[in-house]
């Protein structure tokens, strides 16, 4: 376990720090404190505070880089405000990539209202038409509803036992999803309101919405990003990663072809980095 806490410290925290250091052009002071407002939120970081949960384990992803894994047992649960802001942008883009080990519907993310029995802001899996199944952004005005509203819904593809990326764009008048770097579809959906304040005593929970919803997700999670706004170079994928591709063997290289460095993967907001994470690097 500890050099996996080693490598899951140095991939998700050392090493984005150095490469926004390196890159310095792209994390320029304007993109922390100013006007571009770039600031994303990167959710896993949820789970990294909790990584000595027996149901939470670290493999290969889909690059070779470290991903999380849940088993159904697993408990990341935090408040909602060390990963999130106070209110939602009225636009924002959330960006997973994951593979389920089973077909079960499930959460890949939820943010509970204190009672935890509605969905504030989620993406749910659940059944489709024959064998697709449906991704659903949940979005709800707790206040105003008891039930979790899922105000947009797309039918894919079966989605177990191999990676996808999805990137879910919401703007004030539509939700569009692309999946492994293709719009796949795009639905109208008026969003009441359009700046989802949450609760302060809200709850975060990563691949399961909490006790009373029972829909836990088994499987792999190595991204989960909220974006405010849209990041224009969010859509494309690596070339040297081909997501249609079936089991992906997950040695790829760690730096790709191209020399490029990833820079989705520059946290433009390591801010918000829980001080409990430095006690992992301690631990090292
Ligand atoms: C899946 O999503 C499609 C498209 O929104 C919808 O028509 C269908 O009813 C959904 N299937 C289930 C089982 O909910």
Same mark, same amino acid.
């Given at each position: ?44 970081? /949820? ?36 990963? $999130? ?10 960006? &997973? ?12 993310? #939820?943010? $509970? ?21 449906? +991704? ?15 105000? /947009? ?6 989605? #177990?036992? @191999?990676?996808?990326? +999805? ?6 008048? %539509? ?7 293709? %719009? ?33 997700? =088994? ?8 974006? &405010? ?17 079936? %089991? ?14 990833? $820079? =989705? ?16 690097? @301690? @631990?090292?």
């Amino acid at each position: 376990m500890s050099l996996q806490l080693c490598l899951i410290v140095y991939f998700r925290i050392l090493l984005p720090l150095l490469s926004c250091y390196l890159i310095s052009h792209v994390c320029t002071a304007q993109d922390f404190f100013g006007d571009k407002k770039e600031t994303h939120f990167d959710l896993l970081e /949820a789970a990294v505070s909790l990584i000595d949960d027996k149901n939470l384990y670290i493999t290969d992803g889909y690059d070779g880089f470290p991903s999380f894994g849940f088993r159904l047992g697993s408990e990341v649960k935090q408040p909602y405000r060390m990963y $999130l802001p106070e209110k939602l942008p009225a636009e924002f883009t959330i960006v &997973a990539s994951f593979k389920p080990l089973s077909v079960r519907t499930s959460y890949l993310f #939820a943010v $509970l209202n204190p009672f935890e029995t509605v969905v504030q802001l989620g993406i749910r899996i659940s059944d489709g038409p024959s064998s697709n199944q449906n +991704i659903s952004l949940v979005y709800t005005n707790s206040d105003m509803h008891s039930f979790s509203d899922e105000v /947009a819904k797309f039918t894919v593809p079966k989605l #177990a036992k @191999r990676w996808s990326k +999805i990137v879910i764009r919401v703007t004030t008048t %539509e939700v569009i999803l692309y999946m492994n770097c293709n %719009e796949l579809s795009r639905q109208r959906v008026t969003r009441i309101p359009p700046e989802l304040v949450f609760d302060t005593a809200s709850t975060l929970y990563i691949a399961q919405a909490g006790p009373h919803i029972q829909e836990k997700y =088994d499987g792999l999670l190595q991204t989960l990003k909220l974006h &405010a706004g849209y990041p224009l170079d969010l859509v494309k994928c690596n070339n040297d990663f081909d997501f249609l591709s079936e %089991e992906s063997s997950g040695d790829h290289d760690l730096i790709s072809g191209s020399g490029e460095i990833d $820079l =989705d993967d520059v946290p433009v907001s390591y801010t918000i980095i829980p001080l409990v994470d430095l006690t992992f690097v @301690r @631990r090292c």
